[in-house]
């Protein structure tokens, strides 16, 4: 298993991707910082802290 | 039915809760900011149209298994936010343990049929068993991919795929709808695994995986793939705290395919989970729906701000799974 070399090979391979899933994956690679901000969300299997504030303990 | 309270006052009754006042207290502070994964056993009992008080001992069982993995990762993790910082690493284990025995003792003080109640016990059991091994392995840095994936098999996944499972054991579901629902779970755990790594390395300042040099899935791909900024990369990856590193770091696991590459692995396992989901005969397979939905909206709010559609973007992801 190397998906991760064989996934940017296919990313990288240019004209071949027309009009494919891995042409809108490789459109990713040209967003800015702030466009791929649309990624963030509060998914996380720990999402409580992230609710209670700064300076409040994980649990307490 | 509010889960949250009646998960509280289901285990508050408990011996050991009455006589713990921290535990008492941590589990009261924590409900209160009603967590999201405690309505995973609901929401199985609601897809199989069962009374969803049948959910509430699985609820618990899945609050103090949370609970106690919680304590301990933080000690592992070093987290400023740690239970540990305020009583000491002794204190919190203990905790963590007595929260792991009250997830045992939640579900064997279920009204179920004890063959129900065995299996149930069995599940949450081998999560545990499944989770801590995950954990040690966590703690020795995935060096390549096969060892991150055998972590989030081991780490993340049977915590949802264990939580989904409680439920629908506890809702008498048939055998078969209860290991879709499991895989389901498990999928569901694994997004939620790739979207933690990406918040936690796309966010400013820099978080522990950056400082600690732990390998966060879009890190490890911009660490052992080759492409152009990988030598940039590996120099600020060194000392992610100097001058605009980070900035500079972030930028390049977007233009190297990193979070191309997590955005890949979240639709693949979306495809998976709706396909199993299509094959699983539920009574209400909408809030199950809109469970896999709700993970993998990010990634078509992402696709939107590229003028792509979530159904151009379905239609040509389709048949992932069999590549």
Redesign the interface.
Known sequence: ?????S??AS??SGSQLK???LE??????????R???????D???????Q??SET????? | MDIYQSTVDYLLPFPIFSSWQEMRTILQRIASTQPRDWRLPLIACQALEEPAEKAIPASAALACAQISIILVDDMLDDDPRGEYRRIGSGRASNLALAFQSAGLEALSRSTASSSVRLEALNSLNKMMLTTAHGQELDIQNPADEISYWHIVENKSAPFFGCAIQLGALLAEARADVTKNLEQIGQLYGEMIQIHDDLNDTMAVPANPDWLQKRNALPILFALTVEHPDRARFIELHEDISIGNALQEAQEILIRCGAVSYCVDQLIRRHQMAQEILNNTPLANKDIVDSLIEAVIAPVWKLFETLGISPNDLSTVASGLSQQ
């Open positions: 298993m190397n998906t991760m070399k996934f940017y990313i990288s009009g494919s899933y809108a994956l490789s459109e990713i690679t040209s967003l800015s910082y466009q791929a901000q649309a990624l963030q969300s998914l996380t299997w720990q999402n409580w802290s609710q209670n409040a303990t994980r649990v307490a």
